[in-house]
């Protein structure tokens, strides 16, 4: 059965790919990650989707635009100061624009679904130990049921360990940061963790 699966980048597709095969599916990637900055970590993170999808022989889908000033104007409205509270991760331990990042990606996903003949869409977003889980599946069942495709759900994170190794095996280029501007300051600001850390103790 033919699935349209999100990718937000070659290694977190390893293990869902698998995974959907096993269960009978051939799943179509579809990359759409307008929350990747800057443009060359974009590219490199396009360029391991083209490498994964040519080395497992799948289909894939682009959409080939880089999106920063469409993810900041979307964002804006969320995104505080240093000290402001999106900065600061809330006590469920996710930021507001991560929100919104979820549901642009996960909304372009059932739209593209809807309008290419596909009845079921996923996300490989579901293999990450690092993302609000549970808010994305609310998000991806809203969109399902708007565009009147189904959302395969599955919890991909079971295979956490095995994906890695897969993405090593096949020589992918591996991130270390989520993907926004933000998160790439959040990964490596000591200035930003010690701001975080003073706040924490305040609060
Ligand atoms: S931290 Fe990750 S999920 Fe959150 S907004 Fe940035 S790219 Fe999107």
Sequence with gaps: MKILMHMCCGPC??????????????PTGFFFNPNIHPYQEWRKRLGAARDFAEKVQMDLQVVNHYG??????????????????????FSDGYHNRCKICYAWRLGETAKF????????????LFYSI???????????????KSFGVKFFYEDFRAGWQEGIDIS???????????????????????????????LKAKS
Excluded: W
């Design 13 to 26: 597709s390893c293990y869902p790919l698998k995974k959907l095969r096993a269960e009978g599916f051939e």
């Design 68 to 89: 920063l000033r469409e993810f900041l104007t979307k964002t804006a409205a969320v995104v505080e100061g240093i000290d402001g509270e999106d900065t600061v991760k």
């Design 113 to 124: 679904a809807a309008e290419n003949n596909f009845e079921v869409f996923t996300s490989t």
């Design 130 to 144: 690092h993302q609000n889980h549970d808010l994305m599946k609310k998000i991806a069942e809203n969109f399902a």
């Design 168 to 198: 090593l095996e096949l020589g992918l280029y591996r991130q270390n940061y989520c993907g926004c501007i933000f998160s790439e300051e959040e990964r490596f600001s000591k200035d930003l963790k010690k701001i975080r850390k003073a």
